[in-house]
């Protein structure tokens, strides 16, 4: 059964301090997203990659933060410095998108929960 | 600017009756909605979708309603059974089901079946 595989599971880190999340996409998509989850705003996009090469990074904190795919088995996400407002769930998603194929969704990794203190 | 609202945060249905989920939105570009189902410590996962062109789409005890002129979009559980337990979430795109843009989420609904 394919998955998007997320590591750390969890992490917890003092305020200035660098994260670097890590993301494995189901082998094959050529989509990868990043998704926050916070209680007062539910999913907020990040980031997000098409073959690699990024296509929206918007919803992201330019200053601290930064998105890459080196290769396409990891996508990674970076906060430099980390700010205690950062603690949240990260989600990284992939799914692979053809044209006139529809998608049916993305498949979600477990998510990495910060907390930056 | 919240694009795809989902005004209520929980909802409580016995097993066996009908749960339906709300979700409304403001973007008329979104032209595909999906509603993804998600329990604690897991990450999302996707239910159902539904393409503008039509109006309903069916998958089992899952449907799925779209009213274009009223931007609004429901997820009906027929019956609704204790494992539905979970927070649902609205999730809308534009340009279609194969552009592969991404997903403006709402806030998410906790749906709880009591036995």
């Known amino acids: 059964d394919a998955r998007v595989t997320q590591t750390p599971r969890h992490k917890v880190t003092e305020m200035g301090q660098e994260v670097t999340m890590r993301c494995q996409p189901i082998l094959g998509h050529n989509t990868v997203f990043w998704y926050r989850q916070t209680m007062m705003q539910g999913l907020e996009l990040l980031a997000y990659f098409r073959n690699r090469a990024p296509l929206d990074d918007s919803g992201m904190p330019k200053d601290r933060f930064s998105a890459e795919m080196p290769d396409a088995t990891l996508a990674t996400l970076k906060i430099q410095p980390s700010e205690p407002r950062d603690s949240a769930v990260y989600f990284c998603?992939?799914?692979?998108?053809?044209?006139?194929?529809?998608?049916?969704?993305?498949?979600f990794g477990s998510g990495t929960r910060l907390t930056v203190v | 600017d919240q694009q795809v609202k989902q005004n209520s945060p929980s909802l409580s249905v016995q097993e066996g009756r009908i749960s339906i989920l709300n979700c409304d939105y403001t973007?008329?570009?979104?032209?595909?909605f999906l509603w993804y189902k998600k329990y604690p410590a897991e990450g999302p996962t996707f239910l159902i979708s539904i393409s503008s062109i039509k109006d309903k789409n069916e998958d089992g005890r899952f449907t799925v309603f779209l009213n274009k002129s009223a931007k609004h979009l429901s997820l009906h559980i027929v019956p609704s059974q204790p494992g539905d337990s979970a927070v649902y979430f609205c999730?809308?795109?534009?340009?279609?089901?194969?552009?592969?843009?991404?997903?403006?989420f709402g806030e998410g609904t906790q749906l709880t079946v009591n036995p």
């Open positions: 973007n008329s570009m979104f032209d595909y």
């Open positions: 998603a992939s799914g692979l998108v053809r044209k006139q194929a529809p998608t049916y969704g993305y498949t």
């Open positions: 999730a809308a795109s534009a340009g279609g089901e194969t552009s592969g843009s991404r997903l403006t």
